[in-house]
């Protein structure tokens, strides 16, 4: 057997040789076929790296497939699923979070879901990405359905231990969630201690609007940041444009 990284974990590894990455998450239950493929259009021309898709309820069959569908017809960007369960696969997708909650209470959300989900991602040639996934308080939909115990704020020491675990596992990405629309991103410190124990790419979502919080938290440590509410709730195009830019300019500086 050889192991050698797909194409979109290359194209990963070779921009963050440069710089700091921007994810935008799209949510199949919020926003229509043809929102997608202007949204991502418009991310492509402002220098966003990659759109997932993905959402907690929902976000499966039909109305996954079309909104990926109108993306890949929209932009050259990379799609990456970030799926609720095993549900959440399309095959015009380019690659996957094949992601672990690892601090779910539920088995599904651990291994059960991936086992359900792995013949589906073989069949469709989908790039598998090993990805270590922790929530952190308040966590949100995504820490209720996905039955986790939520990492409290102020203990970043079990952030840290999760996300070392998560890399000796054999996951190449770690992913701190502190939920869709949270009052506040995760904690500058949680990320610095995150940061200081893992080699693998530190991936940061959840509570992020404004320049500042995206600024905190690439300076903090994170490699890629991912906005999602910012832009699905920005109203008009022109306003996503311009949190957009914003945003970026606090990761990328
Ligand atoms: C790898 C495979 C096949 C499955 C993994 C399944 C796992 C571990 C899921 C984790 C738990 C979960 C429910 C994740 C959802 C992640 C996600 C898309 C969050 C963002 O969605 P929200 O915006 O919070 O969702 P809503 O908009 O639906 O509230
Ligand atoms: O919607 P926001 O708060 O930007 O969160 C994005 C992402 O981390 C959710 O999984
Ligand atoms: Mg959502």
Sequence with gaps: M????GRVESYIHEKLEKEKLHFVLLDP?????EEASKIAQMCEEV?????MVG??????GEVLDEVVKAIKESSSLPVILFPGSHGGITKYADAIFFMSLLNSRNPFFITGAQALGAFTVKRYRIEPIPMAYLIIEPGETVGWVGDAKPIPRHKPKIAAAYAL???YLGMRLVYLEAGSGAPEHVPNDMIRAVKSVIDVPLIVGGGIRTYEDAR????SGADIIVTGTAIEKAGSLEEARKRLESLIKGIKG
């Design 216 to 219: 905190e938290v690439a300076q």
């Design 2 to 5: 050889k192991l050698r990284f």
């Design 47 to 51: 220098g966003v790296d990659a759109v």
């Design 165 to 167: 675990a998560g890399q």
């Design 55 to 60: 959402g907690s309820t929902g976000a499966e």
């Design 29 to 33: 239950d919020d926003v229509s076929p």
